[in-house]
């Protein structure tokens, strides 16, 4: 089996699906692995030390993508790269099968076997596997500390012999994965940490952190969409929420916002004016760029100043911290391929709740079922 590992076209994308420490177990295997030239160097991986782990390295990417067995990514490759694979191949990673199913349309015609990292079922067997945690909980480290790069003050109380500077004030929003690690990196750096999210679970989790929650009445709705993740809300709770929101940020230095719902865009919870009213040299990260955003002035991957307030919209910090990053994403992949390489062989066993759940096409045709009706409904709109 020849596994492939390629060097990341996207705009921006720093990072890389497998480092050289991943590659012990696959060549024990007796799993070829052949490398881009340059696939990780952005994440301090060198060729050499590819090289050194066992690998080969070229610089003939169309060789890579029509000879490989398997190709681990971290984004969908272009269709012009789809068209070389070989059938019966088998890419992983974050292929985005929701948001853009079509654009995965020549791989699937092709016959290759496209799993999602996006996918894989948030259940105990799989946490191992599970990249979404992972690249939150980067992004959410990552979008504190760019903020306390920017906001002109200090994060921790500091009482100095020149006078007492006050502690920062960080208000997060949307407690999940990457939520609760902004929390944590903020209360670290000694910042006072506030934090608000639909699910009542998540305050027992933020406090634990130091942090207060704060809670909203929502009347008793349910805010559990299953899988610990939050349910869409109507526009009447979203709207309690955002009062709140507005009330915290004017006494914020700082906000993360992080709240998502899966397969939505998401939700709008700062108003322009909470923005307004925050106080001039206080900074936003709006995590949730990448899907909208969370504030209604967000304009994803553009970084703005609106009277005095910093607005940031990052499209992708995991990128931003990528030697860490690729090397948690690598152990997330590794972990999955033990799912469908043994022994050095190629197995791909459906019947497996993780494999199926991930599985966006085998064998020419969708197998996630929503996968499967966005693709029927963007066939009948071409
Ligand atoms: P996510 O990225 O979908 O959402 C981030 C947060 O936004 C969530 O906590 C959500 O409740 C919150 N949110 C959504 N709408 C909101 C609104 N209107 N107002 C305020 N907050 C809102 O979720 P995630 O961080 O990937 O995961 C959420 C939770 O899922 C985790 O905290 C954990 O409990 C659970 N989880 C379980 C597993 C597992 O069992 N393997 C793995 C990962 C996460």
Redesign the pocket.
């Known amino acids: 089996m020849l596994l492939g590992i390629l060097k990341e076209t996207a705009p921006g994308e720093t990072r890389v699906a497998l480092v050289p420490e991943s590659l012990k177990n696959l060549l024990a295997q007796g799993i070829e692995v052949v490398v881009e030239s340059g696939a990780g160097r952005a994440a301090g991986a060198l060729d050499e030390a590819y090289e050194a782990a066992g690998a080969s390295v070229t610089g003939d990417r169309p060789a890579i993508l029509s000879e490989a067995d398997v190709l681990p990514v971290v984004n969908a490759l272009s269709p012009s790269d789809q068209a070389l694979l070989k059938s019966g191949s088998v890419v992983i990673g974050f292929l985005r099968p929701l948001e853009t199913p079509a654009s995965l349309a020549t791989a699937i015609a092709l016959h290759v076997t496209l799993f999602s990292m996006e996918l894989v079922?948030?259940?105990?067997r799989?946490?191992s596997m599970?990249a979404?945690?992972s690249m939150?909980t980067v992004a959410g480290y990552k979008a504190v500390i760019n903020a306390a790069g920017v906001l002109p003050r200090l994060f921790p109380l500091l009482m100095t012999a020149a006078g007492t500077i006050p502690p920062a004030r960080v208000f997060v929003?949307?407690?999940?994965?990457?939520?609760?690690q902004a929390i944590a990196t903020a209360r670290r750096l000694g910042a006072v940490v506030e934090a608000?999210?639909?699910?009542a679970?998540?305050g027992e989790?933020v406090r634990s952190l130091g942090a207060k929650f704060l809670d909203v009445d929502l009347g008793g709705i349910n805010?559990?969409?299953g899988?610990?993740?939050?349910?869409?809300?109507s526009e009447e709770?979203?709207d309690r929420?955002r009062d709140l929101i507005a009330r915290t940020a004017a006494r914020s230095d700082v906000i993360i916002t992080?709240?998502?719902?899966?397969g939505r865009p998401?939700?709008r919870?700062i108003r322009s004016e909470a923005v307004r009213a925050m106080r001039p040299g206080s900074v936003l990260v709006d995590v949730?760029a990448p899907a909208g955003g969370?504030c209604e002035l967000t304009i994803p991957g553009v970084m703005q100043t609106l009277g005095g307030v910093t607005l940031m919209a990052p499209l992708n910090l995991p990128a931003e911290c990528p030697a860490d990053a690729s090397a948690l994403y690598a152990r997330n992949v590794l972990n999955f391929l033990g799912l469908i390489a043994k022994q050095g062989q190629l197995t791909i066993d459906l019947t497996d709740e993780v494999l199926a759940g991930a599985c966006v096409a085998h064998k020419g045709a969708p197998v996630n079922p929503r996968v499967a009706k966005l693709l029927e409904v963007s066939q009948s709109v071409n």
């Open positions: 079922p948030r259940i105990s799989a946490q599970d979404l945690s939150a929003i949307g407690a999940g994965v990457a939520g609760l608000y999210d639909v699910r679970a998540a989790q805010t559990e969409g899988g610990g993740y939050a349910a869409e809300l709770a979203l929420g992080t709240a998502q719902v899966p998401a939700p919870l949730a969370n």
